[in-house]
């Protein structure tokens, strides 16, 4: 696990209840009376040179900031290509100057579609950003999609 701040710019991490508006911790590119500024680096600069070559899976949590990072992931989006990222889609993309369409196509010109997966049934679903429940959706390279699906199968016949 990598805990650290990626991407190409410079946010500011409000601390919780420091706001009246956010309830809760948030990342922003502009500067609130109590924020902290948070130096930051891409991904590819932080993991250079195929250092994770068997990335399978990538999860980002970075409250609407992913596009941020996978813009400074570059290098890893065309030579190592994770299987599978997962995100969070949120409306924040707004506060860095972005629409969630932007994501999207991002992640579509790398060779990626969105999914869902329901956990009842061990199925993969396709989908739309307006179809997408909840606000993570999976990211799963069209080149890896029938190994995505294999694994599954085999993680059911595992349990």
Same mark, same amino acid.
């Given at each position: 696990t990598l805990n650290l701040a990626e991407g190409?710019?410079?946010p500011f991490i409000t601390p919780e209840g420091t706001t009246a508006d956010l309830p809760q911790n948030s990342v922003s590119a502009t500067r609130s009376p109590n924020a902290i500024k948070v130096p930051t680096?891409?991904?590819?600069?932080?993991l250079p040179?195929?250092?994770l070559a068997n990335l399978t899976l990538a999860k980002m949590d970075i409250e609407g900031a992913e596009i941020l990072a996978l813009?400074? +992931?570059? /290098?890893? !989006?065309e030579q190592q290509r994770p299987y599978v990222w997962i995100l969070e889609i949120l409306d924040d993309v707004n506060y860095f100057g972005y629409q969630k369409q932007d994501i999207l196509n991002l992640l579509k010109n790398y060779g990626y579609s969105l999914y869902s997966y329901n956990a009842d049934t061990n199925q993969l679903k396709s989908i739309t950003l307006d179809q997408k429940q909840g606000n993570?959706?999976?990211?799963? +390279?069209? /080149?890896? !999609?029938?190994?995505?699906r294999d694994r599954l199968i085999e993680t059911q016949k595992i349990s």
């Open positions: 190409d710019s410079m680096d891409t991904l590819d600069n932080i040179d195929n250092s813009k400074g +992931a570059t /290098s890893m !989006l993570n959706v999976l990211a799963i +390279a069209d /080149s890896a !999609l029938d190994f995505v």
